[in-house]
């Protein structure tokens, strides 16, 4: 189990607005590493998330954020934090912001950052 980067939120908002959404790409291909290693599980490539999501113009990032969660959730129960699966809660953020980088579907990766961030933090208490 290796753990992943503890991210700022407020960066995160930052580095997102900076760069015009392309920040997420970067995010999404880091996030999807960091899970792999802290799991030891090894899913689809990070690089084929970031080649889908940018091919499918961000319509992946639905299948991505149902996957993210299911990883967080497994995560979760690695550290001993309760484990809940939001997979139902972002694919609706993400509709209703009419996509995963679009409107209030911005919001989806700070929740998966802050519950990683929990979850990492976690992690380092437990050794």
């Known amino acids: 189990m290796r753990n992943g980067t503890r991210r700022d939120l407020l960066m995160m908002l930052v580095l997102t607005f900076i760069t015009g959404g392309l920040y997420y790409f970067y995010w999404?291909?880091?996030?999807?590493?960091?899970?792999?290693?802290?799991?030891?599980?090894?899913?689809?490539?990070?690089?084929?998330?970031?080649?889908?999501?940018?091919?499918?113009?961000?319509?992946?990032?639905?299948?991505?954020?149902?996957?993210?969660?299911?990883?967080?959730?497994?995560?979760?129960?690695?550290?001993?934090?309760?484990?809940?699966?939001?997979?139902?809660?972002?694919?609706?953020?993400?509709f209703l912001g009419a996509g995963p980088i679009y409107g209030i579907g911005i919001v989806v990766p700070f929740l998966q950052q802050n519950d990683l961030n929990e979850i990492y933090a976690a992690a380092d208490n437990r050794r």
């Open 28 to 94: 999404a291909y880091k996030t999807s590493k960091e899970m792999d290693e802290f799991t030891g599980e090894r899913g689809i490539p990070p690089i084929v998330h970031l080649i889908l999501l940018i091919c499918t113009v961000s319509l992946w990032g639905y299948v991505w954020d149902i996957l993210t969660a299911q990883k967080i959730e497994r995560m979760q129960r690695m550290v001993g934090l309760p484990a809940r699966n939001q997979s139902w809660l972002y694919v609706a953020l993400d």
